[in-house]
């Protein structure tokens, strides 16, 4: 079955302590991203990669960082994280198209708190 | 910057009706509109893409029309269903970017 998977689900941490939320794709997509969704602030883009080796900063890349070292794989790493980045946190895929208009797929979502 | 907006209000119909969405966007026209599903605690889940030269795209029960004029889309789904009740969003890709722009979403309620 074709999916995106992350794990943890849910997880709860505290200030300064890092942490990974890592994300695999099983469809040989090449672009992948990570989003953070917030009430009232919609889906942002935090780092996209168009490919193996290749990542760049989406919207609101502060206080996170990402590796592409593997097709199928992209790691969110918090190195320090802060109560302001408590999110829900979505990893999408697709097809790398040099025109867009790629439909993304997304996967089931990390729930994180840090308190 | 680009925005994207969608309204905030909750859309509440009866079921068979025609349920319409809207996605305004300002500056400039992307060269995409997506619109996905997301159901509560959910990942987003794809539905139809619009090209900014096209201006109408179907797929089942589903339509998608752009109006560059008007600066907007409008999301349709005929015979809506209660299991179609989701919060709708409103994504743009402008030409040459691989960053979208998501709208907030509308929620969607369909009552039997």
């Known amino acids: 079955e074709a999916q995106v998977t992350q794990n943890p689900r849910y997880l709860i941490t505290v200030t300064g302590k890092k942490l990974t939320v890592t994300c695999s794709q099983n469809?040989?997509?090449?672009?992948m991203s990570w989003y953070r969704q917030d009430p009232g602030l919609g889906l942002r883009q935090i780092y996209y990669?168009?490919?193996?080796?290749?990542?760049d900063k989406g919207d609101v890349p502060e206080g996170y960082k990402v590796s592409r070292k593997e097709k199928r794989n992209f790691p969110l790493i918090l190195e320090s994280p802060s109560p302001n980045q408590t999110s829900l946190y979505f990893c999408?895929?697709?097809?790398?198209?040099?025109?867009?208009?790629?439909?993304?797929?997304f996967g089931p979502g990390t729930r994180l708190t840090v308190t | 910057s680009q925005k994207i907006e969608q309204n905030s209000e909750a859309l509440n119909i009866q079921e068979g009706k025609t349920a319409t969405l809207t996605c305004n966007y300002t500056?400039?026209?992307?060269?995409?509109l997506q619109w996905y599903r997301q159901d509560p605690g959910r990942g987003p889940v794809f539905l139809l893409l619009i090209r900014e030269n096209e201006k109408e795209k179907r797929k089942e029960r589903l339509k998608v029309t752009f109006d560059t004029t008007l600066k907007q889309s409008l999301f349709h789904i005929t015979a809506s269903q209660p299991a179609d009740s989701a919060t709708y969003l409103c994504?743009?890709?402008?030409?040459?970017?691989?960053?979208?722009?998501f709208g907030r979403g509308t929620s969607l309620i369909v009552h039997p």
């Open positions: 990669s168009m490919n193996v080796e290749v990542t």
């Open positions: 994504a743009r890709i402008s030409g040459g970017s691989y960053i979208p722009t």
């Open positions: 500056n400039y026209s992307p060269a995409y």
């Open positions: 999408a895929s697709s097809l790398f198209r040099s025109q867009g208009g790629y439909e993304q797929y």
């Open positions: 469809m040989n997509h090449e672009y």
